[in-house]
């Protein structure tokens, strides 16, 4: 099959992303007294899959590509998590994500563990076809070590639901021929035709704004009116955005890889979303002024919503943001000593765990769905995302009071405690 099954290095890098994730679970195991043995579980995966496979590409020039596929923790259900295509895609980076996919999965009370994976490469640079060939190469690769009951791969940054579409079709032509259709759950977020959840596109973000609204709640806030930045206009901060206009929202700033984007009376954000969809970029939209990427952090907005990679909110960057709330779309994209920073300042801060659960609560719907073979309809699925997206965020609010703690110690707390619930009940193999 071509696996590598990886052995963790115990050297702990000073820029580790999975040693800040295990930081942050630490302080919340301490504020609930998490016995060590649960510790000593949840600090390392489970399994840790490389493999390294070639793509032939147009030209006919044979490429070497390196994928991942990190399952961390399975207590609770099938590993799930997203695949993630993008140069910095490292196994220290993995590692971190899939940790994050354990705990936001048992924070909103989903009967699934944690996984992440990828593949080290721009997606920008090749053909669709040749993506293709890359995406049913590394299935092929990965066999058996995922499944609609084992672990179930969905979209991540640099991926969409064509991939997953790719994925579940080589998924389903290498399996044997007994329950095929069951075999549509291998993966989430695939396109409605093929076996999909409507909905799902729009998920993240319409998860990310029930979270914002819940602080709105919290705190006497009027979700209109409420001037926000968005950094990161991918499938997550594009959908937040639309979604966040139509609630009244004024979205001062947006940024993307190509540009960044202010109008302090507000982005024509229909305009803005559908220029994005058809250009694949925001730059060259006309309806607001484009200005320095730095200067983005410099805008006084009621909340901040970064929905691009991870460690975007650095210390220095803190030190010059003027903001009440930090919404986290995207995963751990707030740094230690900035988060620090921040909560010095006042603010507050919604931690991807939970401000970006929906995707995985809608990928869920879609496998249930699959299992079934049935479909639901989109107000069935909002209603039902709103319900458990609101249900969590309840939970970190009672945690954060009973505790006297920070939104992201609670959110981790009340996480580890479904865990260690679990674990109590089942015992250690053997």
Excluded at 33 to 50: A, F, Q
Aim: with cysteine.
């Amino acid at each position: 099959m071509g696996h590598t099954w990886a052995v963790s290095d115990t050297t702990k890098r000073e820029d580790s992303l999975h040693e800040a994730a295990n930081a942050q679970i630490r302080r919340a195991a301490d504020l609930i007294d998490l016995k060590p043995e649960y510790r000593l579980i949840l600090s390392e995966p489970e399994n840790e899959v490389v493999v390294n496979f070639p793509v032939r590409l147009d030209s006919g020039e044979l490429r070497m590509f390196r994928g991942y596929r990190i399952q961390h923790n399975n207590v609770l259900g099938p590993y799930k998590g997203g695949l993630r295509f993008h140069p910095d895609v490292d196994l220290d980076e993995v590692k971190a994500l899939a940790a994050w996919m354990t705990f936001k999965c048992s924070l909103v009370g989903l009967p699934y563990g944690g996984a992440k994976g990828g593949v080290t490469v721009n997606p920008r640079e090749y053909s669709d076809r040749e993506l293709e060939r890359l995406v049913r190469r590394f299935t092929h690769q990965l066999g058996d070590t995922i499944g609609p009951e084992i672990d179930i791969p969905a979209p991540d940054v640099g991926t969409n639901a064509q991939m997953m579409d790719w994925i579940m079709d080589t998924y389903a032509n290498v399996s044997g021929p007994g329950g095929r259709q069951q075999l549509r759950g291998v993966v989430t977020g695939k396109s409605v035709a093929v076996g999909g959840s409507v909905g799902r596109e729009a998920a993240t973000g319409q998860g990310v704004l029930y979270a914002l609204r819940h602080w709105c709640g919290e705190t006497g806030q009027r979700l209109a009116g409420l001037k926000v930045s968005i950094q990161g206009f991918g499938n997550v901060g594009s959908h937040f955005a639309r979604l966040a206009a139509l609630e009244g929202c004024v979205i001062v700033a947006a940024a993307d890889h190509t540009a960044t984007l202010a109008n302090h009376d507000g982005i024509d954000v229909p305009a803005l979303f559908d220029y994005a969809r058809t250009n694949r970029r925001i730059r060259g939209f006309e309806k607001a002024d484009e200005i320095e990427t730095e200067e983005l952090f410099d805008i006084p907005v009621d909340a901040f919503v970064p929905a691009a990679l991870e460690n975007q909110i650095t210390a220095e960057r803190a030190h010059r943001m003027s903001c009440r709330v930090i919404v986290e779309a995207a995963n751990g994209p707030t740094t230690a000593t900035a988060e620090q920073t921040l909560m010095g300042k006042g603010v507050e801060i919604i931690p991807d765990v939970l401000a970006n659960a929906g995707g995985v609560v809608v990928s869920y719907f879609e496998w249930l769905q699959n299992q079934s073979g049935r479909s639901w309809r989109v107000d069935d699925v909002d209603s039902r995302l709103r319900e458990i997206i609101w249900d969590a965020n309840d939970k970190v609010v009672r945690m954060k009071a009973q505790l006297g703690c920070s939104h992201r110690e609670a959110a981790y707390a009340v996480s580890l405690t479904r865990l260690a619930d679990v674990y109590d009940r089942r015992g250690i193999f053997p």
